[in-house]
């Protein structure tokens, strides 16, 4: 996991995370950030606007998906053209050079 970016969390969310985050180990800590409110700047360092839905602020409208952005099944277990990074690791699992 390169991060996890938990947006517009809660104060209830907030308030377990500091139980829990001592025993947590630092690398995975270093991981892990949970943004308020204000999280745009924060989220697009590390996620492309146009992978990111309007309702979160960003260009993505998943024209294709009939607009919902929430029911499309894009992710990384899937193929895509061009994805390098899939494109390797599925050769790697089929035992292709």
Not at 24 to 43: E, F, M, N, P, V
Not at 63 to 87: L, Q, T
Request: charge should be positive.
């Amino acid at each position: 996991m390169h991060a996890l970016l938990i947006i517009n969390s809660p104060m209830v969310f907030k308030a377990i995370w500091l139980v829990l985050k001592p025993f947590i180990a630092q690398r995975t800590k270093d991981k892990i950030k949970i943004l308020g409110s204000k999280y745009h700047d924060d989220l697009f360092q590390y996620v492309d606007k146009a992978n990111v839905p309007t309702e979160f602020g960003g260009n993505c409208t998943c024209e294709n998906n009939g607009g919902d952005c929430f029911m499309s099944d894009r992710g990384p277990w899937h193929d895509f053209p061009g994805d390098k990074y899939g494109e390797m690791y599925k050769r790697q699992l089929l035992g292709d050079k």
